[in-house]
Protein backbone atom coordinates (compact mmCIF):
# COMPACT_ATOMS: atom_id res chain seq x y z
CA UNK A 1 0.00 0.00 0.00
CA UNK A 2 1.54 3.56 -0.92
CA UNK A 3 -0.37 7.17 -0.64
CA UNK A 4 -0.10 8.60 -4.26
CA UNK A 5 -0.07 12.34 -4.70
CA UNK A 6 -0.94 14.00 -8.38
CA UNK A 7 2.03 16.48 -8.55
CA UNK A 8 2.23 19.30 -10.73
CA UNK A 9 4.63 22.19 -9.64
CA UNK A 10 3.41 25.47 -9.19
CA UNK A 11 -0.59 24.13 -9.81
CA UNK A 12 -1.70 23.03 -6.35
CA UNK A 13 1.41 20.90 -5.77
CA UNK A 14 2.92 21.80 -2.73
CA UNK A 15 -0.32 21.56 -1.03
CA UNK A 16 -1.14 17.83 -2.60
CA UNK A 17 2.62 17.21 -1.28
CA UNK A 18 2.09 18.29 2.24
CA UNK A 19 -1.15 16.19 2.67
CA UNK A 20 0.28 13.47 1.01
CA UNK A 21 3.11 13.34 3.58
CA UNK A 22 0.76 13.76 6.24
CA UNK A 23 -1.39 10.93 5.30
CA UNK A 24 1.55 8.73 4.52
CA UNK A 25 3.23 9.20 8.13
CA UNK A 26 -0.33 8.63 9.95
CA UNK A 27 -1.34 5.44 7.98
CA UNK A 28 2.63 4.65 8.24
CA UNK A 29 2.58 3.98 4.29
CA UNK A 30 5.09 5.34 1.70
CA UNK A 31 4.32 8.13 -0.33
CA UNK A 32 4.94 7.97 -3.81
CA UNK A 33 4.45 11.25 -6.06
CA UNK A 34 3.92 11.00 -9.31
CA UNK A 35 4.01 13.92 -12.21
CA UNK A 36 2.13 12.97 -15.30
CA UNK A 37 3.18 14.52 -18.82
CA UNK A 38 0.10 14.86 -21.13
CA UNK A 39 0.64 13.11 -24.34
CA UNK A 40 0.15 15.84 -26.87
CA UNK A 41 0.86 13.64 -30.28
CA UNK A 42 -2.51 11.75 -31.69
CA UNK A 43 -0.07 9.15 -33.15
CA UNK A 44 3.26 7.25 -33.36
CA UNK A 45 5.72 9.21 -35.41
CA UNK A 46 9.39 7.98 -36.43
CA UNK A 47 10.18 11.69 -36.92
CA UNK A 48 12.37 13.34 -34.21
CA UNK A 49 9.24 14.82 -32.70
CA UNK A 50 9.17 11.84 -31.01
CA UNK A 51 12.48 11.85 -29.62
CA UNK A 52 11.88 15.60 -28.53
CA UNK A 53 8.73 14.43 -26.66
CA UNK A 54 11.00 11.91 -24.37
CA UNK A 55 13.48 14.45 -24.13
CA UNK A 56 10.54 17.56 -22.57
CA UNK A 57 9.06 14.53 -20.72
CA UNK A 58 12.20 13.60 -19.10
CA UNK A 59 13.38 17.00 -18.21
CA UNK A 60 9.71 18.00 -16.96
CA UNK A 61 9.89 14.59 -14.49
CA UNK A 62 13.64 15.48 -13.11
CA UNK A 63 12.30 19.25 -12.27
CA UNK A 64 9.06 17.85 -10.47
CA UNK A 65 11.20 15.32 -8.83
CA UNK A 66 13.74 17.79 -7.68
CA UNK A 67 11.56 20.42 -6.45
CA UNK A 68 9.19 18.17 -4.79
CA UNK A 69 11.78 16.44 -3.44
CA UNK A 70 13.71 19.91 -2.00
CA UNK A 71 10.30 21.09 -0.65
CA UNK A 72 10.19 17.72 1.79
CA UNK A 73 13.29 17.97 2.58
CA UNK A 74 12.45 20.41 4.96
CA UNK A 75 9.86 17.89 6.73
CA UNK A 76 10.51 16.45 10.59
CA UNK A 77 9.25 13.70 9.41
CA UNK A 78 10.93 10.17 7.67
CA UNK A 79 8.57 8.35 4.97
CA UNK A 80 10.38 6.56 2.18
CA UNK A 81 9.38 8.49 -1.03
CA UNK A 82 9.51 7.87 -4.59
CA UNK A 83 8.92 10.13 -7.10
CA UNK A 84 7.83 9.00 -10.75
CA UNK A 85 6.64 10.78 -13.96
CA UNK A 86 4.30 8.69 -16.27
CA UNK A 87 3.43 9.41 -19.43
CA UNK A 88 -0.63 9.51 -20.62
CA UNK A 89 -3.11 10.99 -22.96
CA UNK A 90 -5.44 11.75 -20.14
CA UNK A 91 -4.09 12.89 -16.56
CA UNK A 92 -6.95 11.89 -14.44
CA UNK A 93 -6.97 8.51 -15.99
CA UNK A 94 -3.18 8.01 -15.76
CA UNK A 95 -3.23 8.68 -12.44
CA UNK A 96 -6.16 5.81 -12.07
CA UNK A 97 -3.58 3.42 -13.68
CA UNK A 98 -0.72 4.19 -11.69
CA UNK A 99 -2.85 4.19 -8.57
CA UNK A 100 -4.31 0.84 -9.30
CA UNK A 101 -1.11 -0.72 -10.20
CA UNK A 102 0.69 0.45 -7.06
CA UNK A 103 -2.62 -0.52 -4.65
CA UNK A 104 -2.89 2.82 -3.51
CA UNK A 105 -4.76 3.65 0.06
CA UNK A 106 -5.09 7.07 -1.64
CA UNK A 107 -4.84 9.41 -4.12
CA UNK A 108 -3.98 13.22 -3.25
CA UNK A 109 -4.73 15.96 -4.89
CA UNK A 110 -3.96 20.16 -4.66
CA UNK A 111 -6.65 22.34 -5.17
CA UNK A 112 -6.67 25.13 -8.57
CA UNK A 113 -4.09 27.63 -8.37
CA UNK A 114 -7.24 30.12 -9.43
CA UNK A 115 -9.39 29.11 -6.40
CA UNK A 116 -9.70 30.85 -3.17
CA UNK A 117 -7.19 30.73 -0.42
CA UNK A 118 -7.82 27.99 1.87
CA UNK A 119 -10.87 26.77 0.37
CA UNK A 120 -10.65 23.61 -2.12
CA UNK A 121 -11.37 24.76 -5.55
CA UNK A 122 -11.89 21.27 -7.95
CA UNK A 123 -9.84 22.04 -10.81
CA UNK A 124 -10.26 19.93 -14.19
CA UNK A 125 -8.25 16.81 -13.21
CA UNK A 126 -9.85 16.83 -9.65
CA UNK A 127 -13.25 17.05 -11.34
CA UNK A 128 -12.58 13.99 -13.18
CA UNK A 129 -11.68 11.85 -10.62
CA UNK A 130 -14.21 13.26 -8.35
CA UNK A 131 -16.47 11.32 -10.70
CA UNK A 132 -14.00 8.06 -11.66
CA UNK A 133 -11.45 7.04 -9.05
CA UNK A 134 -11.66 3.35 -7.71
CA UNK A 135 -9.85 5.04 -4.82
CA UNK A 136 -10.25 7.14 -2.00
CA UNK A 137 -9.33 10.55 -3.10
CA UNK A 138 -7.86 13.14 -0.73
CA UNK A 139 -7.69 17.18 -1.81
CA UNK A 140 -6.07 19.78 -0.26
CA UNK A 141 -7.55 22.98 0.29
CA UNK A 142 -5.51 25.69 -1.86
CA UNK A 143 -2.46 26.94 0.10
CA UNK A 144 -2.36 23.94 2.28
CA UNK A 145 0.12 23.32 4.64
CA UNK A 146 0.84 20.62 7.30
CA UNK A 147 3.51 19.71 9.85
CA UNK A 148 3.05 15.98 8.95
CA UNK A 149 4.45 14.82 12.34
CA UNK A 150 0.96 16.28 14.26
CA UNK A 151 -0.81 13.54 12.27
CA UNK A 152 -4.22 13.97 11.58
CA UNK A 153 -6.04 15.20 14.59
CA UNK A 154 -9.64 13.85 14.22
CA UNK A 155 -12.15 12.18 11.04
CA UNK A 156 -15.51 14.08 10.68
CA UNK A 157 -17.54 11.80 8.37
CA UNK A 158 -20.79 13.59 6.49
CA UNK A 159 -23.54 11.50 7.33
CA UNK A 160 -27.21 11.00 5.73
CA UNK A 161 -29.91 8.70 7.06
CA UNK A 162 -29.26 6.24 4.12
CA UNK A 163 -27.92 2.64 3.56
CA UNK A 164 -25.27 3.32 1.45
CA UNK A 165 -24.19 6.32 4.32
CA UNK A 166 -23.94 3.86 6.76
CA UNK A 167 -21.48 1.57 4.61
CA UNK A 168 -19.35 5.03 4.26
CA UNK A 169 -19.39 5.17 8.30
CA UNK A 170 -18.14 1.69 8.68
CA UNK A 171 -15.37 2.00 6.12
CA UNK A 172 -14.22 5.43 8.12
CA UNK A 173 -14.54 4.20 10.94
CA UNK A 174 -11.83 1.43 10.00
CA UNK A 175 -9.91 4.11 8.82
CA UNK A 176 -9.77 6.59 12.00
CA UNK A 177 -8.70 3.14 13.76
CA UNK A 178 -5.83 3.47 11.12
CA UNK A 179 -4.84 7.01 12.34
CA UNK A 180 -5.92 6.53 15.70
CA UNK A 181 -7.70 9.41 16.32
CA UNK A 182 -11.49 10.55 17.21
CA UNK A 183 -14.35 10.20 14.52
CA UNK A 184 -16.88 12.86 14.47
CA UNK A 185 -20.29 11.96 12.56
CA UNK A 186 -21.99 15.21 11.21
CA UNK A 187 -25.36 15.82 8.94
CA UNK A 188 -25.24 19.35 7.02
CA UNK A 189 -28.17 21.19 6.04
CA UNK A 190 -29.18 24.44 4.39
CA UNK A 191 -32.36 26.56 4.64
CA UNK A 192 -33.74 26.12 1.04
CA UNK A 193 -34.31 23.61 -1.91
CA UNK A 194 -31.29 21.70 -1.10
CA UNK A 195 -29.50 20.22 2.28
CA UNK A 196 -26.90 17.73 2.67
CA UNK A 197 -27.28 14.48 3.02
CA UNK A 198 -30.83 13.68 3.57
CA UNK A 199 -33.18 14.88 0.87
CA UNK A 200 -36.66 15.11 2.33
CA UNK A 201 -38.37 17.63 0.88
CA UNK A 202 -37.50 20.97 2.99
CA UNK A 203 -38.14 24.50 2.37
CA UNK A 204 -37.11 28.26 4.00
CA UNK A 205 -39.22 27.94 7.10
CA UNK A 206 -37.52 27.54 10.03
CA UNK A 207 -39.65 24.54 11.11
CA UNK A 208 -39.26 22.58 8.58
CA UNK A 209 -35.44 23.23 9.29
CA UNK A 210 -35.80 22.35 12.81
CA UNK A 211 -37.64 19.59 11.52
CA UNK A 212 -34.87 17.91 9.86
CA UNK A 213 -32.60 18.43 12.71
CA UNK A 214 -34.45 16.18 14.89
CA UNK A 215 -34.67 13.88 11.76
CA UNK A 216 -30.76 13.71 11.37
CA UNK A 217 -30.36 13.55 14.86
CA UNK A 218 -32.57 10.29 15.58
CA UNK A 219 -30.62 9.09 11.97
CA UNK A 220 -27.01 9.64 14.16
CA UNK A 221 -28.58 7.64 17.24
CA UNK A 222 -29.29 4.82 15.32
CA UNK A 223 -25.99 4.54 14.44
CA UNK A 224 -24.81 3.85 18.16
CA UNK A 225 -28.08 1.73 18.29
CA UNK A 226 -27.15 -0.41 15.92
CA UNK A 227 -23.73 -0.79 16.88
CA UNK A 228 -22.16 1.04 13.93
CA UNK A 229 -20.45 3.48 16.31
CA UNK A 230 -20.10 3.55 19.81
CA UNK A 231 -21.97 6.08 22.03
CA UNK A 232 -18.78 8.28 23.03
CA UNK A 233 -18.46 9.41 19.25
CA UNK A 234 -19.69 12.83 18.71
CA UNK A 235 -22.50 13.76 17.20
CA UNK A 236 -23.56 17.03 15.75
CA UNK A 237 -25.84 19.19 12.64
CA UNK A 238 -25.04 21.77 10.92
CA UNK A 239 -27.06 24.44 9.54
CA UNK A 240 -26.81 27.79 7.99
CA UNK A 241 -28.59 30.12 4.99
CA UNK A 242 -25.83 28.76 3.01
CA UNK A 243 -23.68 25.96 2.44
CA UNK A 244 -20.40 28.01 3.81
CA UNK A 245 -22.60 29.14 7.23
CA UNK A 246 -23.27 25.60 7.16
CA UNK A 247 -19.62 24.11 6.97
CA UNK A 248 -18.82 26.56 9.29
CA UNK A 249 -20.88 26.66 12.00
CA UNK A 250 -19.06 23.76 13.77
CA UNK A 251 -15.06 23.97 14.45
CA UNK A 252 -12.60 22.35 13.03
CA UNK A 253 -9.20 21.39 13.96
CA UNK A 254 -6.26 22.70 12.18
CA UNK A 255 -5.29 18.79 11.54
CA UNK A 256 -9.06 17.46 10.93
CA UNK A 257 -10.42 15.54 7.65
CA UNK A 258 -14.07 15.66 6.02
CA UNK A 259 -14.48 12.15 4.24
CA UNK A 260 -18.29 11.67 2.70
CA UNK A 261 -19.06 8.87 0.32
CA UNK A 262 -19.97 9.12 -3.11
CA UNK A 263 -23.66 8.39 -4.82
CA UNK A 264 -24.39 4.99 -5.34
CA UNK A 265 -26.06 6.62 -8.94
CA UNK A 266 -22.59 6.54 -9.77
CA UNK A 267 -20.26 3.43 -11.18
CA UNK A 268 -20.17 0.92 -8.92
CA UNK A 269 -16.41 0.67 -6.93
CA UNK A 270 -15.88 4.76 -7.96
CA UNK A 271 -16.53 7.90 -6.54
CA UNK A 272 -19.29 9.71 -8.26
CA UNK A 273 -20.10 13.08 -6.47
CA UNK A 274 -24.09 14.13 -6.52
CA UNK A 275 -24.76 18.13 -6.65
CA UNK A 276 -25.46 17.96 -2.89
CA UNK A 277 -21.88 16.56 -1.92
CA UNK A 278 -19.89 19.01 -4.27
CA UNK A 279 -21.21 22.07 -2.61
CA UNK A 280 -19.94 20.35 0.54
CA UNK A 281 -16.25 19.93 -1.03
CA UNK A 282 -16.45 23.38 -2.24
CA UNK A 283 -17.52 24.98 0.84
CA UNK A 284 -14.78 22.99 3.03
CA UNK A 285 -12.69 24.39 5.14
CA UNK A 286 -10.35 21.39 5.97
CA UNK A 287 -8.96 18.26 3.11
CA UNK A 288 -11.44 16.20 1.72
CA UNK A 289 -11.15 12.78 1.54
CA UNK A 290 -14.06 11.19 -1.08
CA UNK A 291 -14.55 7.53 -0.41
CA UNK A 292 -15.83 5.32 -3.29
CA UNK A 293 -18.90 4.03 -3.90
CA UNK A 294 -19.76 0.59 -2.16
CA UNK A 295 -23.29 -1.55 -2.82
CA UNK A 296 -24.47 -4.34 -1.16
CA UNK A 297 -24.08 -7.75 -3.08
Not at 3 to 8: C, F, L, S
Not at 181 to 190: P, Y
Not at 226 to 255: F, H, K, M, N, Y
Request: glycine fraction near 10%.
Amino acid sequence: MTVVVGYIPHKGGRGALDLGLQLAYALAEPLTVVTVVPRQWSTPSLAKVDAEYVEYARQVGEQAAEQGAAYLADSSVDVPTTFRAVTGRSVSSTLIEVSELMGASMLVLGSSADGEEGRIDVGATADKLLHSSPVPLAIAPRGYRSLASDGVGRVTCAFSDSESSRRVVRRVVELTERFGVALRIASFGVRGSTMYPPAVGLSAEDSVLDSWVSQAGAAQEELVSDGVIGPDVERVTATGSGWSESVGSIDWLPTELLTLGSSTVGPLARVFLGSRATKLVRHSQVPVVVIPSEREA
